[in-house]
């Protein structure tokens, strides 16, 4: 089970820190990733994760997100910086479980201009 929060209102220009904790007791080997999705359009990558804290982000974040894991906290992260308008939509976390996928419930962000 995922469960994403952290999302909210901001200004363009700002940040928000997104979380998702994750149940299980091997976290650690979770291959764990975050997406999102505007109304009407396909769901997109974001930022992944790997189990051995290998990290990848899509051209469209690089430089302004950042994704990390808490291993001993079951937790995952999405620092977002340099919010901008294009930014606002609802983000989701991802875990790979050896091949079996789950997804949180979405969380929203704002980013007004």
């Known amino acids: 089970q995922l469960q994403a929060f952290g999302g909210g209102f901001v200004q363009a220009g700002g940040s928000l820190r997104l979380s998702c904790a994750a149940s299980?007791?091997?976290?650690?080997?979770?291959?764990m990733a975050w997406f999102r999705q505007a109304p009407g359009k396909e769901r997109e990558f974001v930022a992944a994760?790997?189990?051995?804290?290998?990290?990848r982000h899509a051209e469209s974040v690089k430089g302004r997100f950042t994704i990390s894991r808490d291993n001993a906290k079951n937790t995952v992260y999405l620092q977002m910086n340099s919010l901008k308008p294009e930014d606002t939509v609802v983000y989701y976390c991802?875990?790979?479980?050896?091949?079996?996928?789950?997804w949180g419930q979405g969380t929203l962000v704002t980013v007004s201009s």
């Open positions: 991802h875990a790979d479980v050896n091949g079996v996928i789950y």
């Open positions: 299980g007791r091997t976290f650690s080997t979770y291959n």
């Open positions: 994760i790997s189990r051995n804290s290998g990290t």
